[in-house]
Nanobody, 119 residues
Framework: QVQLVESGGGLVQAGGSLRLSCAAS????????MAWYRQAPGKQRELVAD???????NYGDSVKDRFTISRDSAKNTVYLEMNRLKPEDTAAYYC?????????????WGQGTQVTVSS
């Protein structure tokens, strides 16, 4: 089992910045991917960004050049630095950790943190 605890959401004006954190604990494999997803009301959950344990990162098209994902492997923590926020970034943001044990992959989810961007 892996437990994920998110923090850092809140209300911000358009153009502002927020930093989300997600601390993972439990049985985390050496090979893993930590990611941020978001879901706005009435919309499907979408990938915001992910970062693998071997240093690769990937971003959703709508956040490229504005958001930055980073990891502190020693703390098993992943961060999402969000800059130049837009009202359309308003959503519940979820942290996810995918662990790999041999051929078995399993994804764990945090409880979510709300980000609201006012215009």
């Amino acid at each position: 089992q892996v437990q994920l605890v998110e923090s850092g959401g809140g209300l911000v004006q358009a153009g502002g910045s927020l930093r989300l954190s997600c601390a993972a604990s439990g049985s985390i494999s050496a090979s893993n991917t930590m990611a941020w997803y978001r879901q706005a009301p009435g919309k499907q959950r979408e990938l915001v960004a992910d970062a693998t344990s071997d240093g690769r990162t990937n971003y959703g098209d709508s956040v490229k050049d504005r958001f930055t994902i980073s990891r502190d492997s020693a703390k098993n923590t992943v961060y999402l630095e969000m800059n130049r926020l837009k009202p359309e970034d308003t959503a519940a943001y979820y942290c996810a950790c995918t662990v790999r044990w041999g051929a078995i992959f399993r994804t764990y989810w945090g409880q979510g943190t709300q980000v609201t961007v006012s215009s």
